[in-house]
């Protein structure tokens, strides 16, 4: 009893002291909290310049819109800033004279590749040899492949790329994924067609690789709101993305991978008698479609002599080891397929696009450790849009372009409302609903043999079994370039490919 009076007096003692203490001390005048000024919404701002191009000797007078529209939730807010470029021939009867919306993919990147490298009216001149980065300056020139000579142009960055921003406070759930994404475009698109007086023009969409699965949500969403649409054009296609990432009970991406590695093993092989590119690939063609297959969906079950076949087939047409492919239970996947090509030289070859090769940073890796195709381009586009938006654009801006935006593609929704949950995601069904409900809608799809990213026998796949009506398949048309996934990095494959789009443009509007 004693001892806790002891201790009970001590404690009241202890905090006695400390609290006359603490009443004695001198107060400390508290620092007011300094916090960043939040920064100002951003409005609509559009700069307009006036140039001239000629193209195949013909001159035509442009007007260039450089700017942003805001987005907005269904309530009325504003929910995101698009920076786009747009791209109109003075004087053109707007009733007559097409309009296209063009985006890149990603998910998370800007529409810098397809403005600056394939069809804005001024482009950065690559070397077509696939050669690595030479550095600044790169080199801006009049583009005599720009679309400019078939269609008004307006080159889009999806919302958290380039400088389309979301605004503070919006949740990026709401805009970051497959149906949000195809929402937002086709707001903007409704919005810049309606500013503009653009809704009795012919309408064409033109995306590229991630862009052409929002090509066919945003068709289909759109014409259900009562916009028609004459074409889309897919470049570096995917709109089942189980055709083009292979893995445990998914055979398929696998089959569809071959003939684009045939196609990258005749480039870089040394062969006096090679053959052809066509060749290889009707090869590698016959044998993913038939042998390949049935091997493989056999599984385990496969008697061992014709695994032993099978691996030394596939070895031939692809440019590896067969005791590699055995190892690899005859599933070879792409990105250990571009380690292994050229492993004996210390090289990788690119993922973009298999022309280019570097060395890599772990030779002894089992898959590449960056894509040299990637490191060839990436700093050119950056350093000529940014000197081009500015000094011809006119268009000044202190936020930071980007290019590149990995927090989109990490946040990215890929399920979907209108389709079965366990199913891998998909916009093929999108597309075939709009090509029902729409048959005079062309589709154009555009490929390059040297595309590791998005192989072109997952296009032809998945347009294989769209289940079109008979009819409906001839409004399907193909196109091939000895390229990757951005074909224009080869500068004939360009010209061909703006030709084939020429022709495609002519047929349909003539219908």
């Known amino acids: 009893m004693q001892v806790r009076v002891l201790l009970a007096g001590l404690l009241c003692a202890f905090f006695s002291t400390s609290l006359a203490t603490q009443a004695a001390a001198p107060r400390k005048t508290a620092k007011p909290v300094t916090r960043p000024a939040a920064k100002p919404m951003p409005e609509e701002h559009s700069v307009v310049t006036h140039h001239q191009i000629t193209i195949d000797g013909r001159a035509i007078a442009y007007t260039a819109t450089a700017g942003n529209l805001i987005l907005k939730t269904g309530k009325g807010a504003p929910e995101a800033s698009v920076f786009y470029v747009a791209y109109t021939q003075d004087g053109a009867d707007r009733s007559r004279r097409p309009v296209t919306f063009l985006y890149n993919g990603g998910p998370g990147a800007a529409t810098i590749y397809l403005h600056m490298g394939a069809f804005g009216p001024r482009r950065i001149a690559f070397p077509s040899d696939a050669q690595p980065n030479a550095g600044p300056p790169y080199p801006l020139v009049d583009n005599q492949s720009s679309l400019l000579d078939k269609s008004d142009l307006i080159f889009i960055d999806a919302p958290g790329t380039g400088y389309s921003r979301v605004m503070p406070g919006i949740d990026n759930k709401a805009i970051f994924g497959i149906d949000q994404d195809a929402a937002a475009f086709g707001q903007f698109i409704e919005r810049y067609v309606t500013l503009n007086e653009r809704w009795n023009s012919p309408k064409f969409l033109l995306g590229e690789s991630y862009g052409t699965p929002r090509s066919a949500a945003l068709v289909d969403y759109l014409q259900n709101r009562n916009m028609a649409f004459n074409g889309v054009i897919l470049l570096s296609s995917v709109l089942d993305f189980d055709t083009i990432f292979p893995g445990p009970g998914n055979d398929l991406a696998f089959e569809t991978s071959v003939p684009t590695e045939a196609a990258v093993n005749w480039y870089h092989s040394k062969a006096p008698d090679k053959g052809s590119l066509q060749g290889a690939v009707n090869a590698a063609r016959a044998f993913a479609n038939g042998p390949y297959t049935e091997a493989l969906m056999q599984g385990d079950r496969l008697p061992h002599d014709q695994f032993v076949q099978i691996a030394s087939q596939l070895a031939h047409l692809i440019g590896l080891a067969p005791h590699y492919v055995e190892q690899a239970d005859l599933r070879v996947y792409p990105q250990r397929y571009e380690k292994e090509l050229m492993r004996e030289s210390g090289q990788t070859t690119g993922r973009l696009d298999a022309r280019y090769v570097g060395y890599d940073l772990d030779v002894l890796g089992d898959s590449a450790d960056y894509d040299p195709s990637d490191t060839a381009s990436s700093p050119g586009f950056q350093s000529g849009f940014l000197t081009y938006v500015r000094s011809e654009l006119n268009y000044k801006s202190d936020e930071t372009y980007?290019?590149?935006?990995?927090?989109?593609?990490?946040?990215?929704?890929?399920?979907?409302?209108?389709?079965?949950?366990?199913?891998a995601p998909t916009t093929s069904p999108d597309l075939q609903e709009a090509m029902t409900t729409n048959p005079r809608l062309r589709v154009f799809v555009g490929a390059g043999y040297?595309?590791?990213a998005t192989p072109f026998g997952a296009a032809?796949?998945?347009?294989?079994?769209?289940?079109?009506?008979?009819e409906l398949r001839a409004h399907v048309t193909f196109g091939y370039y000895e390229s990757g996934h951005m074909v224009y990095m080869h500068q004939p494959s360009l010209v061909r490919f703006h030709s084939d789009l020429d022709k495609f443009y002519d047929a349909t509007l003539a219908q």
């Open 402 to 423: 980007k290019q590149i935006n990995g927090d989109v593609n990490q946040a990215w929704d890929y399920t979907r409302k209108s389709v079965f949950a366990w199913l």
């Open 460 to 470: 032809e796949w998945t347009f294989s079994h769209m289940g079109l009506q008979p």
């Open 450 to 452: 040297f595309d590791m």
